[in-house]
């Protein structure tokens, strides 16, 4: 039977929670065995609270990456693939024009035809990034994954009204938008013409607002009397929550000729 010092020894014995644990033991040695520590600690609440934070704070901090690296994927790693469907639009494109089975256009029309995503409309230029985009007929997802599309309801290049293309915010597509200024220079190649735009406008509008698509664009219902270019894509870098427009007006067309350099390319649009 314990005695009540021995007791309150034991009990004085007992670490308290949190308090470092020294045992002690044994090690043999070549002079025979020595005591040596060895240190433990019993956890706390507070320390079960710290090692949690700790390894959500790593699950946050991985799971953040991986968004990051999809982000980056889709603003950076689609730049392969959009140049490798450009290049096949691009030949798609070449072919259509060239072949003389295929009757040119009567000429462009006051609309797009009515079903999106059918056909090519043509080559859309900005000379002060030194790019260039087959143009798709449609706004669809599928149609503008990997090229700028042509809003079907709205104008035909050169024609009254307002030819609106929509694009991804990404790098091989829209992506340097917003450093558009006015009378910077967008040009437009089809079959039969150039027409060269200049800017004359930018402004940033919530996803909703698709007046800026409309003939003349912020007023919907009213007649037409310029030929306009209308370019829309998501804003700010990185999400879509806003778009960014950017409106230019015809200052010039001529007709393309195949049998000269670069087709009659106008000086304008070259970079």
Avoid at 98 to 103: E, M, R, S
Wanted: proline share 8%.
């Amino acid at each position: 039977m314990k005695t009540p010092q021995a007791a309150t020894a034991a009990e004085e014995a007992q670490p308290k929670r949190g308090e470092r644990v020294v045992k002690l033991r044994p090690e043999q040695t070549g002079d025979g065995y020595k005591s040596v520590y060895s240190e433990l600690t019993r956890p706390t609440l507070g320390s079960r609270i710290r090692t949690g934070i700790r390894v959500t704070g790593e699950l946050m901090i991985t799971f953040g990456l991986v968004v990051l690296l999809f982000a980056g994927y889709e603003v950076f790693g689609n730049s392969a693939k959009v140049e490798n469907e450009q290049d096949t639009l691009a030949t798609q494109l070449d072919e259509q024009w060239n072949d003389p089975t295929v009757a040119p256009s009567a000429g462009p029309t006051a609309k797009a035809p009515a079903a999106p995503g059918k056909g090519l409309v043509g080559r859309l230029y900005i000379p002060k990034f030194d790019m260039k985009w087959v143009v798709v007929d449609g706004v669809r997802p599928q149609d503008i994954r990997y090229a700028p599309g042509h809003y079907p309801d709205t104008a035909q290049p050169g024609r009254i009204g307002n030819f609106s293309v929509a694009g991804h915010r990404i790098r091989k597509i829209f992506w340097r938008l917003d450093e558009l200024k006015t009378g910077d220079v967008i040009g437009v190649e089809t079959r039969n013409n150039w027409y060269v735009y200049k800017v004359t406008a930018s402004e940033v509008v919530k996803p909703n607002q698709v007046e800026v698509v409309a003939p003349v664009p912020g007023q919907p219902g009213k007649k037409a009397t310029k030929a306009m270019l209308t370019l829309t894509t998501c804003n700010p870098k990185y999400n879509n929550y806003e778009r960014l427009i950017v409106h230019a007006e015809l200052v010039d067309s001529l007709k393309r000729d195949p049998t000269l350099p670069d087709a009659g390319k106008p000086a304008e649009m070259k970079a």
